[in-house]
């Protein structure tokens, strides 16, 4: 069943774990791999919806910018996560909290 | 019948292998099991008739920020450790936050009435793309290439080990 339903549960499934694994990690790079599932669950709706309800490529194009914000934010928050790991030895998100309070 | 098949196995492997992401306790079965969920939503986008869009996902997400996770976990972390474990807080909390997300989307998906139209032919991939990144998105085309730069200076003045040069 080819159906615009079952693209969108896909998404849902998909973003609640991308949630629950940017809740329950205290490793940086895994609360990245969360974000990174959030990310493609939003990109699955748009195209499901491009194809479905509008026939036009423009869901397309706006995924093409979301993967393009997701490979620069990859980059970015990696660089930082190595800048902490060099200052804390660790990129445990609990325990990194110089900033605290 | 075959095409439904094969969609749904492409289904089962997004979404178990997103749950492996979710809940495996060891970081580098985290990470290829994220593999496998690129690769499976690779697939949606081809039965949703992006061919481009798989292409590109499967060129940057597991061609590029797969790679760079894993220079993260390598770089962070004793490499010869398959075991890294990863432990988690807040599971109980992230679990009832979930499930209402969880709850709350479903409802929603299933109580909508849902505009959609019949068979329609979606219009050529690749060529109507590049048009429309040249015509009608040209200037978020645009801050884009700017945002990569910024991010490409960024992530390499963050990466530097400090002492080479000054500052950073």
């Known amino acids: 069943m080819n159906h615009l339903l079952v693209y969108l549960i896909i998404g849902a499934i998909l973003f609640v774990l991308g949630l629950f694994t940017v809740i329950s990690r205290r490793n940086a790079i895994a609360v990245l791999m969360g974000v990174e599932l959030i990310l493609n669950a939003a990109n699955i709706n748009f195209v499901a919806f491009a194809k479905f309800s509008s026939a036009t490529l423009d869901g397309h194009i706006f995924g093409i910018f979301v993967i393009i914000l997701a490979a620069a934010e990859a980059a970015v928050a990696l660089a930082i996560v190595l800048n902490i790991y060099n200052n804390f030895r660790t990129i445990n998100v609990d325990e990194a909290s110089s900033l605290r309070g | ?168």
Not at chain 2, 3 to 20: D, E, H, M
Not at chain 2, 68 to 94: K, P, W
Not at chain 2, 134 to 146: D, G, I, K, Q, Y
Request: no cysteine.
């Open chain 2, 1 to 168: 019948m075959l095409g439904q098949i094969i969609f749904y196995v492409f289904a089962g492997i997004t979404v178990l292998s997103a749950g492996v992401v979710a809940f495996s306790r060891k970081l580098v079965y985290s990470v290829f099991a994220l593999l496998f969920t690129f690769f499976g939503v690779a697939g949606l986008y081809v039965f949703l008739e992006a061919d481009f869009l798989a292409a590109v996902q499967l060129l940057i997400y597991v061609g590029g920020v797969l790679v760079l996770l894993l220079f993260g976990i390598m770089l962070t972390n004793r490499v010869a450790d398959i075991n890294i474990s990863q432990g988690n807080t807040n599971r109980i909390v992230g679990g009832i936050a979930s499930l209402g997300m969880l709850g709350i989307t479903l409802y929603i998906l299933f109580d909508t009435p849902w505009n959609t139209i019949g068979e329609k032919v979606m219009p050529e991939t690749v060529s109507t793309i590049g048009e429309l990144l040249m015509t009608r998105w040209l200037l978020p085309f645009e801050a884009a290439s700017v945002l990569l730069l910024a991010a490409l200076i960024g992530a390499a003045m963050l990466a530097r080990r400090s002492g080479e040069g000054e500052g950073a």
